[in-house]
């Protein structure tokens, strides 16, 4: 039976799991300070490809709810 490795889940190992959310924390970081990161590849693109989020709606829920918390800045540098 033919499986599609890229839809499957990436974790290997239970040590490699993010029980944390880092990677979430981590997008969402980037996103406020740059407007831009990059996230997880849709199943459907060519192996190695990269995918980057430029707008709030490409993020999952959980990215844009932790961008909600962050603190507001006044102004950016």
Not at 23 to 43: I, K, M, N, W
């Amino acid at each position: 039976m033919r499986q599609d490795h890229r839809a499957a889940k990436r974790r290997l190992f239970s040590d490699d799991e993010d029980e944390f959310g880092l990677e979430a924390l981590l997008q969402a970081a980037c996103f406020a300070r740059s407007g831009a990161t990059d996230v997880p590849p849709p199943p459907w693109a060519p192996s190695g490809a990269l995918h980057r989020a430029t707008e709030a709606a490409q993020l999952s829920d959980e990215v844009r709810s932790l961008l909600e918390a962050f603190p507001r800045q006044a102004g950016t540098a």
